[in-house]
């Protein structure tokens, strides 16, 4: 497994919808779709930003916590028919587990914790990733999102009502 960190969000050109994009110690990278909401909750983290009320991946913790559970690492090991899959290592005492989690989740978790992140070095590549350019214009580019591009993905999805994103994905 290749140790991973968090190059960016970018938004796909085909769907329209965010991609976290991880980077490898060694400069190969891993785009995984995820959804609207995760990737606000990821963004948070890296913004370092907050509610007034915790948010889903943080009750997350606070429960960890409240259990004295310690997280360990998440490790996103497998791919199947374009499904990434993860679990999030945990140690609670004596015994270490893993749950299944999808890898969104996992590093909105992992990132809260400041905890290792991990991928399957066949997982890992080159990839050619799209980023979404002023007005509505699609880029193609080999890089993440600027903080003015950022910008526009935050004005999204906080002016997108739940009707408009059901909406949305059921398109999809």
Same mark, same amino acid.
């Given at each position: *497994?290749?140790?991973?960190?968090?190059?960016?969000?970018?938004?796909?050109?085909?769907?329209?919808?965010?991609?976290?994009?991880?980077?490898?110690?060694?400069?190969?990278?891993?785009?995984?779709?995820?959804?609207?909401?995760?990737?606000?909750?990821?963004?948070?983290?890296?913004?370092?930003?907050?509610?007034?009320?915790?948010?889903?991946?943080?009750?997350?913790?606070?429960?960890?916590?409240?259990?004295? #559970?310690?997280?360990?690492?998440?490790?996103?090991?497998?791919?199947?028919? =374009?499904?990434?899959?993860?679990? *999030?290592?945990?140690?609670?005492?004596?015994?270490?587990?893993?749950?299944?989690?999808?890898?969104?989740?996992?590093? #909105?978790?992992?990132?809260?914790?400041?905890?290792? *992140?991990?991928?399957?070095?066949?997982?890992?590549?080159? #990839?050619?990733?799209?980023?979404? =350019?002023?007005?509505?214009?699609?880029?193609?580019?080999?890089?993440?999102?600027?903080?003015?591009? #950022?910008?526009?993905?935050?004005?999204?999805?906080?002016?997108?009502?739940?009707?408009?994103?059901?909406?949305?994905?059921?398109?999809?």
């Amino acid at each position: *497994m290749e140790k991973v960190s968090i190059e960016g969000i970018i938004l796909n050109l085909r769907t329209n919808s965010p991609v976290l994009v991880l980077k490898g110690e060694n400069g190969r990278k891993l785009p995984i779709s995820v959804g609207i909401y995760e990737a606000q909750s990821i963004l948070l983290v890296l913004e370092k930003h907050s509610f007034l009320r915790p948010l889903t991946h943080d009750l997350f913790k606070s429960l960890f916590e409240i259990f004295s #559970a310690e997280f360990l690492r998440l490790e996103i090991h497998s791919v199947k028919n =374009g499904i990434y899959y993860a679990h *999030m290592v945990i140690r609670r005492g004596e015994r270490t587990e893993t749950l299944d989690c999808r890898p969104s989740d996992g590093i #909105a978790v992992a990132l809260r914790f400041k905890a290792d *992140m991990f991928a399957e070095d066949n997982l890992m590549k080159d #990839a050619d990733v799209v980023r979404y =350019g002023a007005k509505g214009k699609f880029l193609r580019t080999s890089g993440p999102i600027d903080e003015k591009e #950022a910008e526009v993905l935050r004005e999204m999805i906080d002016s997108m009502s739940p009707q408009d994103f059901w909406k949305n994905i059921k398109e999809k």
